[in-house]
């Protein structure tokens, strides 16, 4: 709430410094390309951090996420048949690890030759390079699937950025399109500053720098007609820590000196605060 400490203050009072009033402004740009479907906003709107200021077109989205679900879908199937194959060659294993025993076993007794043991490992052998490869067959899709998990996630990352949404609490200041439109990713979509506080960035001169501390309370003073000011308070919030030269349009109490010192003083806003609109402001102490 703005402190009213008068209105009736000569505009013949020399004040100590003098600026404009400033404010935050953010551009709210498209994350997305394409038309935009809807935009719910309208230039002197307030809005709250997350709400929803439009949408662009997401077709093309959901149809590319239904193509990966579809692709998904093949790779399941692939891989429930890799399942159902190693499966058979773990059984053909078992068999054989049975028959050969047997072998081993007439071999003892002379009843079976070396050949037929020599085939059997052979074929052992084989038959345990053909699990491991399908085996790795199954890692490959495995793999694929994952690949695709993380596409599927790309696409609702994308979907989530055809939301247009207010990343700030503050009021709509400019709208720069129209519902209809084909918009594209960077392109601005309206500007939105926070009115609740503004700041008066003055220029003070190096004598007058040690009179001014951050947090300090100033008298701010804002025309209110052509003869008088209104009085209000406001709070140091920053100080520069370089010296610059004075904008030529800046005037401060004293004559114009080639360095001064920029500032910002705080402003609780009621609605009759401005961006852009003249400010004073005092703080030094009388005789100064």
């Given at each position: 709430?703005?402190?009213l400490?008068?209105i009736?203050?000569s505009r013949?009072e ?10 935050i ?5 498209s ?5 935009i479907?809807?935009?719910?906003m309208?230039?002197?709107?307030r809005?709250?951090v997350?709400?929803?200021l ?15 679900y ?29 028959d ?6 007439l ?20 038959l ?9 067959q ?10 695709l998990?993380?596409?599927i996630?790309?696409?609702d ?11 700030l609490a ?17 392109k ?5 500053a926070?009115?609740d506080?503004?700041?008066?960035k003055?220029?003070?001169?190096g004598d ?6 951050l947090?300090n ?9 052509k ?15 370089k ?5 030529k349009?800046?005037q ?15 402003v ?9 609109m ?11």
């Amino acid at each position: 709430m703005i402190i009213l400490l008068g209105i009736s203050c000569s505009r013949n009072e020399k004040s100590d410094a003098y600026g404009n009033f400033e404010a935050i402004e953010v551009i709210v740009s498209s994350e997305a390309n394409g038309r935009i479907l809807f935009l719910h906003m309208e230039e002197g709107i307030r809005v709250s951090v997350g709400d929803t200021l439009g949408l662009v077109d997401t077709t093309d989205l959901a149809l590319k996420k239904e193509q990966i679900y579809s692709q998904k879908k093949v790779l399941l199937a692939r891989a429930r048949s890799i399942d159902a194959q190693i499966l058979v060659q773990e059984q053909q294993k078992k068999n054989l690890l049975v028959d050969l025993e047997r072998v081993q076993n007439l071999l003892k007794d002379g009843a079976a030759t070396q050949k037929q043991l020599d085939d059997l490992t052979g074929s052992l052998g084989l038959l345990n390079q053909q699990i491991v490869s399908t085996r790795v067959q199954k890692e490959s899709i495995t793999a694929e699937m994952a690949t695709l998990d993380i596409q599927i996630r790309q696409v609702d990352e994308a979907l989530r950025k055809a939301w247009i949404t207010s990343p700030l609490a503050g009021t709509i200041l400019v709208k720069y399109t129209e519902a209809g439109e084909i918009t594209a990713m960077g392109k601005p979509v309206c500007k939105i500053a926070n009115l609740d506080a503004l700041e008066l960035k003055v220029y003070i001169s190096g004598d007058q720098l040690p009179y001014l501390f951050l947090g300090n309370t100033v008298e701010v003073l804002v025309d209110q007609d052509k003869k008088n000011l209104v009085r209000l308070e406001g709070v140091v919030t920053w100080i520069s820590p370089k010296a610059e030269f004075t904008p030529k349009t800046i005037q401060t109490k004293r004559e114009r000196v080639n360095l001064v010192y920029a500032a910002r003083i705080r402003v609780v806003n009621d609605g009759s605060l401005k961006i852009g609109m003249p400010g004073e402001i005092n703080f030094m102490p009388d005789g100064k």
